[in-house]
């Protein structure tokens, strides 16, 4: 018994005291920084005067009595004088290029919560649940070491010989990612609470019609695009919003459902996103996610680690494939920031470096990627494995989520594995040596004396290509 | 040094727990107090203890600026409402201040004065407009017609920059109107066949600039 407590006690230091690299912090500053300064420069500064000024949407007394609550303050309370007002969303802006770049990150952070949430305070009538996540999302970035991964900061410490620890204390990271659940769930919760059996109509929810009349909401929905679409055909999305809302603290929780959980969020604020207008509500709550991405993702899409490494994914393929070929083809296309390094199955004192216990027929069956941290995918799993990696699938984001999904990943898994096992019948192959070699792997059992034709013929392809022309 | 390191260590590692946890808490108390019911809180922890718990939470929460409640989407309406002011000229005319979220009619005839109640269902068919970049202006105008018919301080402002505007683009003097009105217009979205389409105004204020301290020319 004590032992167990013991050990429940250890573990909650751990999720709390712990250390862990610091780039999911870095890239949760940059998202929010990014977000701050377009909210500032394309909404406020414009229409400072509007919404602030002493001729605007907001005269000083109106909210006398909400800012007189205890615990409440800011910079500007009974600020009209709009020369000084603009000066202070100049500032805001100045330390959101701190957050973007990480220049005097602490302080920019702090700087920005304070600003941000006294501007906030002036004219509490315009602001959407995205404006209190942003002010809230700078109040915990004020409190995370997130210097420590992809800023300038770092940068100009080690100039001067000093080469900070990437990773930092968790605590900080943990509240933001408890704030995120805390949000989905007093929203799942209160949406539940309003389930009445006798009446499944009282709640929009419930009836399945949320989505849908969401998407025929006149002054909200983007355009009208979306209205004819019928509520049978987004009452499961609704459900499953509702369910997942709920279920959101639990499934972060574990690793195995953490990415479904993260994509499925995606799909639902890039879905919101595009078709209504709440501001910049989707793209702040997105930028929680990243705290709950390893870093070792973050620091892929970076590019570099923090010792200025290049990270680069080893793919491995088979070169006598002619699919295998195309699809290495393609991938270089796709490679504009040179991340991918290809390699030959075949070499096998070369894969089996790479990937100890890996067998020779295992490599056979499906495409490999090794990533810089040691971890290797194989199949599907390896395409979804390089989408951090590859630029397009940034912009492309909501494939980079479907593939994680349940359903559509094992749809993905069961057309590679089609592919890769009828990659015989379709391929046009230029040599006898590639239509040998299919045959001879193609629907077979890659027993050993497979395994040392596959060998033989991989030295007569070797020879072929080394053979002047 | 080896104790004053390890003391500060331990103290600092003691603020931070219990910084967590009165943040963790106070985030708790004030976002499931309303969803799951504020008898439970009550029951559990007896009446004048949670109204202290909830006091100090909000506190709390709003030096630090989290004091928000979440609740986005809780139910989605079939409608919405977006400010309409009418301004009675002194020779019989009106003039009518749209909202830059209203929607615009497709079928009426030119002129068709909807405040009159008389134009057909088809006449009240709108285009849908692109909503982009307008969400802090319909916050606005959202919280201009919250609550009950009458004076309420936003209002009172909107109405202030919006008839300083037209007088201002307009070159109209503030004599030439005996009565300004705000009036809710409803927006009914479309449902099953139905387009959407502009539905009633009701009176929402009477608003007089002379009788407003803050009004000045534009």
Same mark, same amino acid.
């Given at each position: ?469 | ?113 909807? #405040? ?81 389409? #502009? ?20």
């Amino acid at each position: 018994m004590a032992q167990t407590v013991m050990r429940a006690l250890l573990a909650m230091r751990d999720y709390w005291f712990g250390r862990e690299h610091a780039a999911p912090m870095a890239a949760f500053r940059i998202s929010l920084g990014l977000i701050v300064f377009l909210d500032t420069a394309l909404t406020l500064l414009p229409h400072a005067a509007r919404w602030f000024g002493a001729d605007g949407f907001h005269s000083p007394g109106e909210t006398q009595w909400w800012l007189d609550q205890p615990g409440r303050w800011g910079l500007f309370n009974g600020t009209t004088d709009i020369t000084s007002l603009r000066l202070g969303l100049c500032a805001l802006m100045l330390c959101s290029w701190g957050l973007i770049a990480g220049l005097a990150t602490r302080l920019s952070a702090a700087c920005a919560f304070v600003l941000l949430m006294s501007f906030h305070h002036l004219n509490p009538n315009m602001l959407n649940a995205g404006d209190a996540l942003l002010r809230i999302g700078l109040f915990y970035l004020a409190l995370m070491p997130s210097w420590r991964a992809l800023s300038l900061d770092r940068r100009i410490l080690a100039r001067f010989g000093w080469q900070a620890d990437p990773s930092a204390p968790v605590w900080s990271l943990r509240l933001a990612q408890i704030q995120l659940c805390i949000m989905y769930v007093a929203t799942g919760i209160d949406k539940a609470a309003r389930f009445d059996a006798a009446n499944l109509g009282a709640s929009a929810w419930f009836d399945g019609s949320a989505i849908s009349k969401a998407l025929r909401f006149t002054t909200i929905a983007r355009t009208e695009w979306m209205a004819w679409v019928p509520v049978w055909a987004t009452a499961p999305m609704a459900w499953v919003t509702l369910l997942w809302e709920i279920l959101f603290p639990v499934l972060v929780m574990f690793r195995r459902t953490r990415p479904w959980a993260l994509a499925l969020g995606v799909l639902v604020h890039g879905g919101i996103f595009l078709t209504m207008e709440v501001t910049h509500f989707s793209l702040t709550t997105l930028s929680f996610y990243w705290l709950f991405v390893p870093a070792s993702v973050i620091m892929d899409m970076a590019g570099k680690s923090e010792d200025g490494e290049r990270r680069v994914y080893r793919v491995f393929f088979d070169t006598m494939c002619p699919v295998c070929n195309r699809a290495k083809r393609q991938l270089e296309r796709l490679d504009w920031l040179g991340r991918l390094k290809f390699e030959d199955l075949h070499d096998r004192r070369l894969c089996e470096q790479a990937m100890p216990g890996v067998t020779y027929a295992q490599q056979l069956r499906a495409m490999y990627v090794l990533r810089p941290d040691g971890q290797y995918f194989a199949g599907f799993a390896a395409l979804r494995a390089l989408m951090p990696v590859l630029p397009m699938f940034w912009v492309l984001w909501p494939i980079w989520a479907l593939a994680w999904l349940p359903g559509f990943s094992h749809l993905g898994h069961a057309i590679y594995r089609w592919i890769a096992r009828n990659r015989f019948k379709y391929a046009a192959c230029d040599s006898e040596v590639c239509s040998l070699h299919l045959k001879l792997i193609a629907g077979k059992e890659m027993d050993d004396e497979v395994i040392a034709q596959v060998v033989a013929l991989h030295e007569r392809f070797n020879k072929a290509k080394a053979a002047p022309q | 040094m080896r104790y004053i390191v390890r003391a500060y260590r331990i103290l600092g590692g003691m603020a931070v727990a219990a910084f967590c946890f009165c943040h963790l808490g106070s985030l708790l108390e004030w976002n499931l107090r309303y969803p799951l019911g504020e008898e439970r809180f009550e029951a559990t922890l007896g009446e004048q203890r949670a109204a202290t718990l909830h006091e100090y939470a909000g506190r709390w929460l709003r030096a630090l600026s989290c004091e928000q409640h979440w609740n986005m989407f809780g139910n989605v309406g079939t409608s919405s409402d977006v400010p309409l002011i009418v301004l009675y000229r002194k020779d019989g005319k009106r003039v009518l201040l749209h909202s830059p979220l209203e929607p615009a009619l497709k079928n009426a005839p030119p002129g068709g004065d909807y #405040l009159s109640g008389k134009l057909s269902d088809e006449q009240r068919e709108v285009e849908w407009p692109l909503n982009f970049g307008n969400g802090r202006i319909r916050k606005i105008e959202d919280n201009v017609l919250s609550g009950p018919e009458g004076y309420s301080f936003a209002r009172m402002s909107y109405m202030r920059v919006r008839l300083r505007e037209y007088l201002a683009a307009s070159g109209a003097s503030l004599a030439d109107f005996q009565r300004i009105d705000l009036f809710r217009l409803r927006v009914m979205h479309p449902d099953g066949e139905k387009p959407a389409r #502009l539905g009633g105004a009701s009176w929402v204020m009477q608003y007089e600039p002379r009788m407003d301290s803050e009004w000045r020319k534009p």
